[in-house]
């Protein structure tokens, strides 16, 4: 048994099509690790299967040695494991302060939900002036940071971010991965991060993966990766 | 006789209201518009009558028509709602298969309650009394189980609205009706949840069927015309809205009342489906239906 999120041969099919081909990978306890490629690579594929949105047709995949294959997202949440899907994974129709609350409904230490909140708006200080506003007011960034606030009030131990830039500014896209940053030295939380934007992942993660039509291309440190001058061309894009 | 016109309207609108509130709550857990609703009605109202004939007390059988209707709603999410949609889920037929299907529910519980009850008229009798209050000579058509039948209703809908406002389980049902798949990935069980708004639908139809239906008589189709105008009432809502639910009931039944007296009974209907048309083409979200597209 492994510790941390140990994924072994592991495809997902939608109807005749292969999304992910025998993907197998680990990721270290407290460790950031990219996923890297272009639309269609399966990357987020890969990200839906492990949050238990979608079921793959082979393989397995454990944290900390459970599997955690054929549980509800809601079951994983319990387990430690929280998914932030793409774009603006909040619920516009809520307030700011009931988006967060949904990260705390199922615990039942609410005082650490209380104190999980306090934390979690200390780190995004823009959402605390927003508590009683709708979410769908926000700008994409700061929805992105409800998101990423919510996750944390559930007590993650493995973050599962699908393309956390998608639709933003540069600068904020700078913000949120500096967030992402911070999260895994302050709490040690491990993070799978699963991006387009293939440099500013790089440069906060531990390791990157690169998925190229859902097969595994090259994995290695974010310095091995870019100094490879055939996958800068084919799928860093820098 | 303005005054009179009006609490009678109120007093029909507030069960429109309540059918109405069933249809939304059950709309916005599944995305099913279930005609079966009025056959749940019916059925609690049913055992709700037959408690009453067995300990002739009214304010027992109540509760537990209520409660009977709860349950009910809950087992046909269980049983067959969640079978039916995990079967059907791609597809034209994905779609429409439920909603035909509460159509063939309402007609199996119809036939459920001929056979154990038989298709006669019964009296479901509630110790308020059916006959107008009076004021010195005059007697207005709005009765003690009229002003029950408010009561009752304005209390259900007060519950609810501070169930879905004031706690975690009412925030955990606007987030699963809104966004499902969120609402799921911040940790809420989606499935548990639904069904607990197929209970409160449940809950509310027996409510209605259980409060009306000693004004008149109870049959295995006695609550058919409610449904109807619940129904109406609840598009006029935007389906999506419980304030519009209770709204679009208390508009229609207010409206229809004064129809009747200054118009006549046989163009009620009538107006009800023109106003329906009306929105539909005009507003097709209905009047407090939100502007955001949401995720089905």
Sequence with gaps: ?238 | MFIDTLLIGISSGAIYSLMALALVLVWRSTRVVNFAQSGQAVLSTYIGYEISVRTHNYWLSLPLAILAGAILGSLIDLLFMRLLIGRAKSGPIAEIAPVIATLGLLGLIQSFIGLIWGNAFQQYASPLSAKGFTFGSHTIPFSPQNLFIVIASAAVMAIFGAIFKYTDLGLALRAASFQPEIAQLAGVRVSRVRNIGWAFAGAAGAVAGAVITPTSTLSPNSLDLLFVSGFIAAVIGGLDSLVGAVVGGLVLGVGFAFILQYIGGSVTFLVGFIILMVVLLLRPRGIFGHKVNRHA
């Design chain 1, 1 to 238: 048994m492994k510790l941390g999120l140990e994924v072994i041969d592991f495809s997902v099919e939608y109807g005749a099509i292969r999304a992910i081909q025998n993907l197998s990978l680990h990721v270290v306890p407290g460790e950031l690790v990219a996923v890297i490629g272009s639309n269609g690579s399966g990357k987020s594929t890969l990200i839906r299967a492990l949050s238990g949105l979608i079921t793959p047709s082979r393989g397995s995949a454990h944290w900390n040695g459970i599997s955690i294959l054929g549980k509800k997202p809601e079951e994983l949440v319990r387990q430690g494991i929280v998914h932030i899907s793409e774009g603006k994974s909040v619920i516009p129709e809520l307030t700011v302060a009931e988006n967060l609350a949904l990260g705390g409904l199922w615990r039942r230490d609410k005082l650490d939900v209380a104190i999980a909140t306090q934390e979690s708006l200390a780190i995004f200080p823009v959402l605390a002036s927003r508590l009683n506003q709708r979410a769908d007011t926000l700008s994409g960034g700061e929805r992105q940071m409800l998101a990423i606030a919510r996750a944390l009030i559930s007590r993650p131990q493995l973050l599962l971010l699908d393309e956390p830039s998608l639709g933003l500014a540069p600068l904020i896209i700078e913000q949120i991965f500096v967030a992402i940053s911070h999260l895994q030295n302050q709490f040690g939380l491990t993070v799978l991060l699963v991006e387009q934007n293939a440099m500013s992942a790089l440069k906060i993660a531990d390791r990157g993966l690169i998925l190229n039509l859902g097969e595994l291309v090259k994995t290695g440190t974010p310095a091995e990766l870019i100094a490879d001058p055939q996958l800068r061309a084919a799928y860093l894009g820098f």
